[in-house]
């Protein structure tokens, strides 16, 4: 263990680089968004029809076209009556899910949520946008602690059963976000099996991280709606996902899948908000992807540029930290984080401490329910934007600081 005046002495050292690092949120770093800059030039004045014929500059294709949807029900593991495709941001779809449930109740004529008690099943660690979801329409979030293997299934069982208000639950089922956890066969059967007092209660699966893995291909993940459909609760489940980390956050696909029955409830509806998602940009990525295995190997492309970022990040905590009792972290096989867990009551002062040294973490507590972690442990690390000399210095500033607020210290 490294003295306080050894500590010290880093710390200053670190003041004097002047450091300004952003480790905040997951996003693709330059050489990722460069990787598919070719998108931009396969829709022109020349080519702007779907191999089916359709001009995309027109009306028309209100949740998406034939080849469209028949690419992306793949990439969901869906039926193409099965998908919806959106605009560019899959947490709309979200938003507006949800939304539709407060006021106009859930498809097989199930009551609007508002006015009534709801709230959602939370896993923690977890995603700040979900919570921030629930907490905007005022639906009471129960956080349940996230295993290796997924949500404690003995304790979501047993709420879900005895509670009617409990009309939701948030999963991020592969890579989750921020521990990188892959939920089992035997977790995803329970939850689509699982009785429930509301009748009304629905899964919002955001698998955000489906194909985004390390190296050697994604993890297996069992078909959460053909387990629905066994268990008797075909239309449990609502199923998002996007291409906003497969080829440009700002400019993806986002997609939505689900029961038939579900998706044509929400057909329903999009009439009334929408004249259709962005058809050209819809056609950029059928026209540069193809196929399914097109997107698979963009995603090696992703993988070998940020796998080395990751193992950085499991060098130096591993040389800093490793056999210290300071802190334990996550080693995930894809996704876009790090969960790293101090002592109790440590987070907020590390976070704070790096931030003084130039370096930027996400909010302590933003991986829980009203951004209030109750052990203030849980720190995520988000390694994909910044270089990997970058990386490599805002981790060793993380390290020392664990260990120098470990020791009572600050900056």
């Given at each position: 263990m490294a003295s306080k005046q050894q500590l010290d002495e880093r710390i200053e050292g670190f003041k004097r680089q002047k450091l300004s690092l952003d480790m905040t949120r997951g996003k693709p770093g330059t050489e990722q968004l460069d990787i598919c800059s070719d998108m931009l030039t396969v829709v022109d004045?020349?080519?702007?029809?779907?191999?089916s014929g359709l001009d995309v500059?027109?009306?028309?294709?209100?949740?998406?076209?034939?080849?469209?949807?028949?690419?992306?029900?793949e990439f969901l593991e869906v039926a193409t009556e099965e998908v919806i495709i959106g605009g560019n941001a899959s947490l709309n779809l979200m938003y507006d899910t949800v939304a539709q449930c407060m006021t106009h109740g859930t498809s097989g004529g199930?009551?609007?949520?508002?006015?009534?008690?709801s709230k959602f099943l939370c896993p923690v660690p977890g995603?700040?946008?979900?919570?921030?979801?629930?907490?905007y329409f005022g639906i009471e979030m129960i956080p349940v602690a996230l295993t290796d293997s997924g949500p404690p299934m003995d304790e979501v069982e047993a709420l879900v059963r005895q509670d009617p208000a409990i009309r939701g639950m948030w999963c991020v089922p592969k890579y989750s976000n921020p521990t990188g956890a892959v939920y089992s066969d035997d977790t995803v059967e329970r939850l689509a099996s699982m009785k429930t007092a509301a009748a009304d209660f629905r899964?919002?699966?955001?698998?955000?991280?489906t194909v985004h893995h390390l190296g050697g291909g994604p993890a297996r993940l069992k078909n959460i709606l053909e387990a629905c459909k066994q268990a008797g609760?075909?239309?449990?489940?609502?199923?998002?996902?996007?291409?906003?980390k497969v080829s440009f956050p700002g400019a993806g696909i986002a997609?939505?899948?689900?029961?038939?029955?579900?998706?044509?409830?929400?057909?329903?509806?999009?009439?009334?908000q929408t004249i259709g998602p962005d058809k050209i940009n819809m056609l950029r990525h059928v026209l540069y992807f193809g196929d399914m295995q097109g997107i698979l190997d963009h995603m090696d492309k992703h993988a070998r540029i940020i796998a080395p970022k990751f193992q950085a990040v499991q060098e130096i905590l591993e040389r800093e930290l490793g056999g210290k009792g300071l802190a334990g972290w996550t080693r995930p096989q894809g996704g876009y984080f790090v969960s790293l867990e101090t002592q109790p009551g440590k987070a907020a002062a590390v976070i704070a401490l790096a931030g003084e040294l130039g370096v930027k973490f996400?909010?302590?507590?933003?991986?829980?329910?009203?951004?209030?972690?109750?052990?203030?442990?849980?720190?995520?690390?988000?390694?994909t934007l910044p270089s990997l000399e970058q990386i490599r210095t805002a981790v060793e500033v993380l390290a020392v600081c664990i260990q120098s607020v470990g020791l009572g210290g600050g900056a």
């Open positions: 004045e020349h080519n702007y029809r779907t191999p500059r027109n009306y028309g294709g209100l949740d998406g076209f034939p080849e469209a949807k028949k690419l992306f029900a199930g009551k609007p949520w508002y006015g009534q008690k995603y700040d946008r979900h919570f921030a979801i629930c907490e899964i919002l699966w955001d698998n955000a991280y609760n075909a239309e449990r489940v609502l199923i998002f996902g996007s291409t906003s997609l939505m899948g689900g029961s038939a029955g579900n998706m044509e409830w929400l057909r329903s509806r999009l009439f009334f996400t909010k302590a507590g933003a991986t829980w329910p009203y951004g209030k972690d109750p052990q203030d442990s849980n720190i995520r690390i988000a390694p």
